[in-house]
């Protein structure tokens, strides 16, 4: 007999996904201790859950999994057969009418107008606070991507508006935005991806001196001080418009003692994922909130509304919030969790939660 751990280990399932097959009545454990509830599979029962993962990777619907799976020993494997190639019928035409789309799209992106262009071929001058501007590449830099797949997201955006500048930076799954207050702008709106390596020595540069000048033309940046300067040429693409991704479901916000709670998450029990984010399967943390706290939840805490985060990413967060105080701010198991400053409403970060059951 194997325990669930075991199980998990064996098989390539998750401990999560062994226990939502058992709810489903997909795999059910061979005997369940009637005292503690915890669950045991036979040795036969390795080769079903190693063929179930096969299943569920391949986007095999649980209907027929059932139906394979009891097909799987019988010396008929007729049925078992006609649900596999059913099965790879559907994701042939699945795949047919995806093509078809990312066609349109693409012809459709081809006519369209780009004014990220223009933003990106203005200019602006403007001066900064330099611990202002210092504070928020700290409080954004974490979220910047690396994926050479994804080059507009390896650095960090900045959006000048009027006397205001946002820096913004996300991997996909996480975001980061912070607003600095600047004069001597003022004028029409200005975009450039600022690439990480320059960002982190404009960062350097901000550490000393009470203001910085920051000069956008067209394609370069340059950040200057008295007799030094940190300067490049930009990203030459364009940056998702990261404002329609900032309204976020209603939800709980829970004001959270940091450095408690970053030794909660990091102490805390961690839960193993299939799930890729920034290309890496990472540990979870599992958080279960409520209108008084948040608390990390152990392996056997199933409740549905919990929520699933990076555990990296998580303490990443924290972190850049650099404050005594932060504002978790949950929407629901689905929807992306946000961190927020108690001064401020303009800078935050948001994380993308990542699904338990599969």
Known sequence: MRSIGGMARDSGLSVSALRFYDRAGVLVPAWVDPVSGYRWYGPEQVDEARLLARLRRAGMP????RLVLAGWSSADTGLVRKLLEAHLRRLERGLSDARGEFSTL???LERRERPMTMLR?????????APELAAALDAVRFAAGTDPEL???GGVLFDIEGDALHVVATDRYRMAVARVGTTGHGGPRVQVIVPSPLVDAMRALSSDDASVQLTVDGDRVALETAGREAA???LDHDFPDYRRLLHLPAGHRVLIDVRAFQKAVENGPVRASEARQDGVCGDLSVLKVAADGVTVCDEGDDDPDNVAVNRAFLLDALAAGARDQLILEFGGPTAPLAVRRTDTEDTFSILMPVRLEH
Do not use: E, K
Request: with cysteine; proline share 5%.
């Open 106 to 108: 693409r012809a459709l």
């Open 232 to 234: 490049g040429q930009c």
């Open 121 to 129: 071929t203005a200019t602006a001058r403007m001066t900064v606070s």
């Open 151 to 153: 080059p507009m997201l």
């Open 62 to 65: 649980l209907a027929d999994i």
